[in-house]
């Protein structure tokens, strides 16, 4: 008695089901917008001044002055995805290899 193969395809009237995107797919995906975002956000900075209640400096509320803008090209985001990639490949490889020392 055979069993029916469960890899049959999808019927060509039928739509194909979307996958979720992976995690990495995600977090260059974030790193392209947070990178898209440096362009448009102006930065600014606080003058700050001592705070006897919380025993160091703080911010000192509307004197926000702005930053000179120093945004990344394309090759510092791609760059910034490759090197988040190569430290989970590392992060991942020294905890793969710390199980295998323990066992």
Known sequence: MTQPSTNVPPRPDQPTPR??????????DLVVIMAALIWIISADTDRRA???????????????????????????????????????????????LSTAVMV
């Open 50 to 96: 001592p705070n006897s209640v919380l025993d160091k400096d703080s911010p000192v509320p509307r004197t926000d002055a702005p930053v000179a803008a120093a945004p990344q090209n394309v090759r510092g985001v791609l760059m910034a995805g490759l090197l988040d990639l190569a430290a989970i490949c590392i992060a991942s490889l020294v905890a793969l």
């Open 19 to 28: 996958r979720l995107p992976t995690a990495c797919t995600i977090l260059f």
